[in-house]
Nanobody, 123 residues
Framework: QVQLVESGGGEVQAGESLRLSCAASGRALSTYTMAWFRQAPGKERDFVAAISWRSGVTSVADSVKGRFTISRDNAKNTVLLQMNSLDPEDTAVYSC????????????????WGQGTQVTVSS
């Protein structure tokens, strides 16, 4: 069992930055791939970025590449999503997830989900 708690969402202006945090707890965290997904109103849930807890290798969606960075802090059992140059199109609920199937861009492959945090970007 893994518990995930996101924080750091909020409302910002276009061009500004936000950093989301995902505090993880549970057993064998190093065996999981951690990822962020987002879902805007009326749209499907989209993959944003993923990181292997063990190796630190990352994968980032093309739509946010160069603006978003995923990282982990092993000492604090926290996964971070640094979001720069935010655009109104980035407005969504961002969810932290954990899975055992490697880097998957389909939400169904992930087992554990946080409650989500709202990110709103105003123009």
């Amino acid at each position: 069992q893994v518990q995930l708690v996101e924080s750091g969402g909020g409302e910002v202006q276009a061009g500004e930055s936000l950093r989301l945090s995902c505090a993880a707890s549970g057993r064998a965290l190093s065996t999981y791939t951690m990822a962020w997904f987002r879902q805007a109103p009326g749209k499907e849930r989209d993959f944003v970025a993923a990181i292997s807890w063990r190796s630190g290798v990352t994968s980032v969606a093309d739509s946010v590449k160069g603006r978003f960075t995923i990282s982990r802090d092993n000492a604090k059992n926290t996964v971070l999503l640094q979001m720069n140059s935010l655009d109104p199109e980035d407005t969504a609920v961002y969810s932290c997830v954990a899975g055992l199937r490697g880097f998957q861009t389909i939400a169904g492959y992930y087992i554990y989900w946080g409650q989500g945090t709202q990110v709103t970007v105003s123009s």
